[in-house]
């Protein structure tokens, strides 16, 4: 019931023709629309534009003088004076004539205030006196020579063996057993060569062999032994030794 209300019961070929009959009358429209135009220019209306003229502006006012108003005097014949001191001849002559400016009154002083003396200048100026002074030269500046530095003799250090014997041990401390070595049961030696000081204390420790987890706990022990000052022909010096820690498990 559907089908028979939305689609038409014609023959398909019709159908077709008529679509393609309306869309080709479409097109031409279309085409018609717009080559029309193209083709007859005059068809197209004309656009009328609307022109305002403003009327024109009055004229302004005209500029006033600077300074206020130039007087003219006559002072030369021929020529006009202005206020401010120039000269204007007031027609154009045949021969060139020279103008000579007036001299100021008064006494006139030659040279520029504070300068040089001498000719030119202004005598007991500024300048002057400095150019008459007599220069002053500042004495040499010597540096005093630096102060030797005292060097302290160099401690011999020397290998634990023969005469060279370490002090009495006055503090020795053992080593804690790193809880993660037992529960590995891990055990072993660790073989520290150490350096002495003058005062005995340790002053280098480095590892020459033993198991990665008992080596921090056999340093942290060796950093604490103390021993007595070691002397060699009543002299102070430093003795390298080695030291051996046993970790061994219950």
Same mark, same amino acid.
């Given at each position: ?9 014609? %023959? ?27 083709? !007859? ?35 030369? %014949? ?27 009154? @008064?006494?006139?002083?030659? @040279?520029?205030?504070? @300068?040089?003396?001498?000719? $030119? @200048? ?12 007599? %220069? ?6 010597? *540096? ?12 011999? *250090?020397?290998?634990? $063996? $023969?005469?060279?014997?370490? $002090? ?6 053992? %080593? ?25 204390? =340790? ?19 060796? !950093? ?12 102070? =010096? ?13």
């Amino acid at each position: 019931m559907f089908e028979q209300a939305t689609l038409t019961n014609g %023959p398909a070929g019709a159908r077709a023709w008529t679509t393609f009959l309306g869309l080709s009358s479409q097109i031409a429209l279309v085409s018609l629309a717009v080559l029309a135009p193209m083709v !007859w220019p005059q068809m197209l209306p004309t656009a009328h534009i609307l022109e305002i003229l403003a009327p024109p502006l009055p004229p302004a006012p005209a500029p006033k003088p600077l300074g206020g108003e130039v007087k003219l005097r006559p002072s030369r %014949p021929g020529m006009v004076k202005f206020n401010h001191g120039l000269y204007m001849p007031t027609h154009v002559p045949n021969s060139p004539v020279p103008i000579f400016e007036d001299e100021p009154a @008064g006494p006139q002083i030659v @040279g520029i205030p504070l @300068g040089m003396g001498g000719p $030119g @200048g202004i005598p007991g100026s500024i300048l002057s006196a400095l150019e008459n002074a007599v %220069p002053v030269v500042p004495p040499p500046m010597v *540096r005093p020579a630096p102060k030797p530095v005292d060097v302290a003799p160099a401690i011999p *250090r020397l290998r634990q $063996g $023969g005469d060279v014997r370490l $002090g009495a041990l006055l503090h020795k401390a053992e %080593p804690q057993y790193p809880s993660i070595a037992k529960a590995a049961h891990v055990s072993g030696n660790v073989e520290l060569e150490c350096v002495v000081g003058v005062d005995g204390h =340790i002053k280098e420790v480095k590892v020459k062999g033993g198991n990665a987890l008992l080596i921090r706990a056999a340093v942290d022990a060796a !950093w604490q032994w103390v021993y007595a000052p070691s002397k060699l022909n009543g002299n102070p =010096i430093e003795i390298i030794t080695n030291l051996m820690f046993t970790f061994k498990l219950n």
